[in-house]
């Protein structure tokens, strides 16, 4: 088994990876929300969430179906590698972009979405974030107005809020086994949340910060409201 790891997810030591999919547009707050990054992947559409972000995008992967070409040739002519795949694929755009993340040797991803789209496709890249290649790379997202940080365990996550605010823990890809709060407003001591419950939806924030630890599996901590400062 993997040594225990804490992380303080909005104070990470890594330079990120920035990942901008498709959806509806991402929410403008999220470039002053953004850690240091060096490397900007837009997969798809989400050359346009980038460039409304005033991001400067490294590469754009994808099959190209729904990101309108002339912005696309604009952003060729300007340097942005296209990684073109086949729209006859076994993955999406969003897992591409990962796994091209991964490959280039990111050790901290943050996804960017303004969420919206196809059902399948929301479910599809929360379930991406459990593939076997990210297992040691810190992957967050923003999510419409939400933060959302994957916790795998064993480990340890330390997130910061305001009082009030909402926090949710969600299981995801199985139970999420021996759960430890410190910090929220309704305490959970080596628990349990299986992978149907939603027992630990709408936690609170006791003051500004907060301490979750997770002994196996995975655990998705939400704060809805992240980004309505």
């Known amino acids: 088994m993997k040594n225990p790891s804490t992380s303080s997810f909005k ?13 509806q547009p991402p929410n403008s707050s999220v470039a002053g929300s953004l ?14 969430g980038a460039q409304a972000l005033g991001l400067t995008v490294d590469v754009v992967i994808g099959d190209m179906d729904s990101v309108d070409e002339h912005v696309l040739d604009k952003a060729t002519r300007d340097g942005v590698i296209v990684e073109r795949a086949s729209q006859d694929k076994d ?9 091209f993340a991964a490959e280039r040797g990111a050790k901290y991803i943050v996804v960017v979405t303004g ?3 196809r059902l399948d496709h929301q479910l599809g890249v929360l379930n991406v974030l459990l593939h076997p290649r990210l297992a040691d790379i810190k992957v967050e997202m923003f999510w419409d107005t939400a933060q959302v940080f ?11 809020g305001r009082h009030g605010e909402m926090v949710g823990l969600l299981p995801i890809g199985g139970d999420a086994i021996g759960i430890t709060t410190e910090g929220l407003a ?7 949340i299986p992978a149907y419950s939603t027992r630990g939806v709408s936690n609170e924030f006791v ?9 196996l599996g995975h655990l998705l901590i939400i704060q809805p409201h992240a980004l309505e400062n």
């Open 11 to 23: 104070e990470h030591r890594e330079l990120a990876t920035i990942v901008v999919i498709g959806g």
């Open 35 to 48: 850690p240091a990054y060096d490397f900007v992947i837009a997969a798809d559409s989400g050359l346009h």
């Open 91 to 99: 993955a999406t755009d969003t897992e591409l972009a990962l796994l």
């Open 115 to 117: 969420g919206g789209g």
């Open 150 to 160: 994957l916790l795998r365990g064993p480990g340890t996550a330390i997130i910061r």
């Open 186 to 192: 309704w305490p959970l001591e080596r628990e349990t």
């Open 207 to 215: 003051g500004n910060l907060a301490t979750i630890a997770l002994s």
